[in-house]
């Protein structure tokens, strides 16, 4: 089944409370998943607590969390804490996410990511089954900690970029999630994925993807598109698949210091065009079904919002899509 998601988004120079009135609007028209992310605004266990206390229905699921900054317990003890204030399931994603925020904001190590990842979801796991703490890696150390109150969903997903990452992940995880990609690299992917998978001799874990979306764009949606995209220039993984679709100079420029600002200016309309859902309400579902087509289980819309309030219009579109599609 074609699933469609909704994603708090975190766009640069807008109101932090928006996230809540994006949260408010997928639950009512129905969306059944919505991804809570971390990056300088909310705790995301914090923002999760409040969007339940807000909302009626929607699935939780938190993350990507950076394992290099929280620990299995420090993840487990936020997810049984949300499920418990908002009496709903709550599922968790975890990323390795950046040297910037893992060690130039934590002062913690990025190295050996991949490793970390997989000791990581083995020691979460253990938590999550039986309620205890006891795990012993060469990354990873807990003993001890005992869960009080048991969570009724354990769904583990896994942000993959690059090919060890994406090994673990396939490996590890219930579900691999991809952001700012082409429905060509998620078609590579899901084929890598299926492969080390079978290798295993596990069940291949399901894909997700996030997609950015903005319907009858003008030039405030573009530019906060663009605002956002560059920061993903720099990090590792990222730089080399911008690299990869022809857009070198512009990580070059990015890994070199130069400013987000400039770099947004320059930034093409075809490189958005590539990696996100922009267009007619049409050409927006023609676009998330090509990522199904590719070998999606589930699309996560992140809805601009400068010119869509709450992304209203844009989740509406695809709501729509979704039940046409089924």
Partial sequence: ?????AVIPFWLYRPDLEALEVAQEADRLGYRTLWIGEMVTFDAFALATAIGMRTRQIGLRIGPLAIGVRSPVSIALGM?????LIGRPVDVALGASSPTIVTNWHNRSF???AARMRETVRALRGILEDGRSDFAGKHVRTKGFRLRHALPSRSVSVAAFGPVMTKVAAEEADEVVLNIVTPGIVARVREAVDAHARAAGVKPPRLAVWVSAAINPGAASYHQLASQLVVYLKPPGYGEMFTELGYGELVERARAGESYAKLAHDLPAELLARVCAIGTADQ???RIAKYHRAGADHVAIV?????DPAGSSVLTALKEYTLHDR
């Avoid at 089944?1 to 998601?5: H, K, Q, T």
């Avoid at 809805?303 to 010119?307: N, S």
């Fill in 1 to 5: 089944m074609s699933e469609i998601g």
């Fill in 80 to 84: 049984s804490s949300v499920a418990r």
């Fill in 111 to 113: 190295d050996k990511s």
């Fill in 284 to 286: 927006i579902r023609d």
């Fill in 303 to 307: 809805p601009c919002t400068a010119e």
